[in-house]
């Protein structure tokens, strides 16, 4: 298995960008497609992005398309959501997660979560 810790969240101004980062400890990095999720007060948790094994391979949400980039970085054992023209409504805590065999923007696909980091976009 995977243990998966994020980082970078913090308070921003609309407009702005962050940068997640999320680290893997445990398992194999690279034999996992890996996503990033967002939840919102009040809302489901909701699909942001996905990267396949290799980083070839990558989808979004259509809310965040041609605004945020994610990537990975294998000899390293991490994944990143780069945040550009970040808008209120973007405010959520972020989750990486680890997908067992496919990319998908379906949460159950997903074995295994990180805690989250707060990301907050004020207007």
């Known amino acids: 298995q995977v243990q998966l810790v994020e980082s970078g969240g913090g308070l921003v101004q609309a407009g702005g960008s962050l940068r997640l980062s999320c680290t893997a400890s445990?398992?194999?990095?690279?034999?996992?497609?890996m996503g990033w999720f967002r939840q919102a007060p009040g809302k489901e948790r909701e699909f942001v992005a996905t990267?396949?094994?290799?980083?070839?391979?990558?989808t979004y949400a259509d809310s965040v398309k041609g605004r945020f980039t994610i990537s990975r970085d294998n000899s390293k054992n991490m994944v990143y959501l780069h945040m550009s023209s970040l808008k209120p409504e973007d405010t959520a805590v972020y989750y990486c997660?680890?997908?067992?065999?496919?990319?998908?923007?379906?949460?159950?696909?997903?074995?295994?979560w990180g805690q989250g980091t707060q990301v907050t976009v004020s207007s």
């Open positions: 997660a680890a997908a067992d065999e496919f990319i998908s923007a379906y949460r159950d696909t997903y074995k295994y």
């Open positions: 445990g398992d194999t990095f690279s034999r996992y497609p």
């Open positions: 990267i396949s094994r290799g980083g070839r391979d990558t």
